[in-house]
Each structure stands twice: as C-alpha cells, then as structure tokens.
C-alpha cells in the first residue's frame, strides 16, 4: 500500500523519502507545478526586508540576475522550510515564523514594535500569482509598506498519471498528503476528471493545516487528519495516527 504525495516538485521528493525512511512505500504525484513568471527587482529602492512565503519563491528568485541587491536583506520567511532555501540561495540574515501566514505577520509586527525593523519600512514580499491570505494589507494596517511582486505561480495539471487513477480503483493507496488549500482543489479536480473521487476520497486525507483539511471535508472526505502544526514532521505524525491499527 503507498501513501499519495501531492506536493510539487522538487519538494514531493523529500516527502517521499521520509516515507520510505518510516518504511512506507510513497507513490508521487504533483496537482501542482511551478511555474517562474517574469518579474523585475527595483536594485535602487531601499528595501528593509524581504518577505517569502514558500520555497517556490526563492526558486524564481535564485535564476534572477537582480537577487545581488537583495541577498544582504533580512528574510522573514513562512517556516523552517522556507528558511533554508532562503539560506541556499545566498541570505545570511534569515527569520523563520512558525509555518502560516498569521505567524508570519505576527513576527514580523513584534519586529517593528521592537523598533528592529522601523516602522514605515519598504519591504519587498515575493509572491505567488495565487494567494489565500492579504499578508500585505496586514502588515500595512501596522504601518509598514510592502511591495508586493508576482514572481511565480503553481498551476494545476491538467489530469493524475494512468498509473495514480489504477491505484486508486485497485485501492492500493492508503492515504493521501496535503500541503496547501490549492492543491487540495486541484487533487479533487484531478480525481474526478480521472473517475475515482469515490475510492481516493475513502482513504485518510492527511492535511499541513485545519483550512486544508476544510477544503476535503467539504467535498464530502470522511477521514480527514490535521497536522498538529504546519510543518512537514506532523503531517507525517498524523499519518502515522491515522494508519495504525486500532489495537496500538
């Protein structure tokens, strides 16, 4: 039986590596792939910080021949992960909230009231074309101004490989994992272009967050696992909850 990993690339391969090291057998299978859009970096604003919150950011960022005026900058980024791609790419100076948004605007707001990062500062927040939360209208409610630049988006695939779609009617899948609202839509698409929304959506769907997990609860999933906090250790800690046997 394999666990179903959603998550795009490259970081589906980390996830399913961890599976395997927990002796679990990992089927990947991205709903989402990224996809860098073309965006410019003003090299002579005065930017305080640099906001990021996925590693999908930094991935566009790392090939931009303007990263050089940046990499001084302090990052806030989203959570662990994120952070050190930040890291890789070249910034010393790395913050790493607890891995959501609010956290995310939380920290940074302690900076300002800190005076560690002044109020009225320009950051710069590298953004997806697609958003759940207005992380910069909050930090402007605090008196900060963010520049908020389109760097890159994650596009949903058009359908699940022959090989996902004969699992799932062979049940051969015994959970599915969760990383974002966005691809948890994208997976429901996927499943019911493919004809097996009924036997994908029986097995535990394992979700980073309880907005995730909404997402598959309303589409009618009866086994819905949250993450004891947005980060990849839990997600795979609920799964293990929610595939060991009833007895243990």
Do not use: W
């Not at 493919?194 to 995730?212: D, K, N, R």
Request: net charge neutral.
């Amino acid at each position: 039986m394999a666990v179903l990993v959603t998550r795009p690339e490259p970081d589906n391969e980390t996830t399913g590596s961890a599976l395997r090291a927990m002796g679990r057998e990992a089927l990947l299978s991205p709903v989402l792939r990224f996809e860098a859009v073309a965006f410019e970096i003003d090299r002579d604003a005065n930017y305080g910080a640099v906001i990021v919150t996925s590693a999908n950011a930094l991935r566009a960022l790392a090939v931009h021949p303007g990263i050089e005026s940046l990499l001084k900058l302090a990052v806030f980024a989203v959570g662990r992960h994120t952070a050190e791609a930040a890291r890789r790419v070249g910034f010393q100076d790395v913050v790493a909230a607890a891995g959501d948004a609010a956290a995310l605007c939380e920290l940074i707001v302690k900076r300002v009231r800190a005076k560690s990062l002044p109020k009225g500062a320009r950051i710069l927040y590298l953004a997806a074309a697609d958003r759940s939360c207005d992380l910069a209208g909050k930090l402007e409610g605090h008196g900060l101004a963010v520049e908020t630049t389109t760097c890159y988006r994650m596009a949903p695939v058009a359908s699940l490989s022959r090989e996902v779609c004969d699992a799932f009617a062979a049940h051969r899948i015994s959970a599915v994992l969760h990383y974002s609202r966005r691809s948890a839509r994208a997976f429901l698409d996927a499943v019911r272009i493919g004809g097996v929304e009924i036997s994908a959506l029986a097995v535990p769907q394992c979700c980073i967050s309880g907005a995730v997990a909404s997402v598959l609860r309303d589409a009618g999933a009866p086994h819905v696992v949250e993450a004891s906090a947005p980060a990849e250790e839990a997600v795979l800690e609920a799964l293990d909850c929610a595939l060991r046997p009833p007895s243990q």
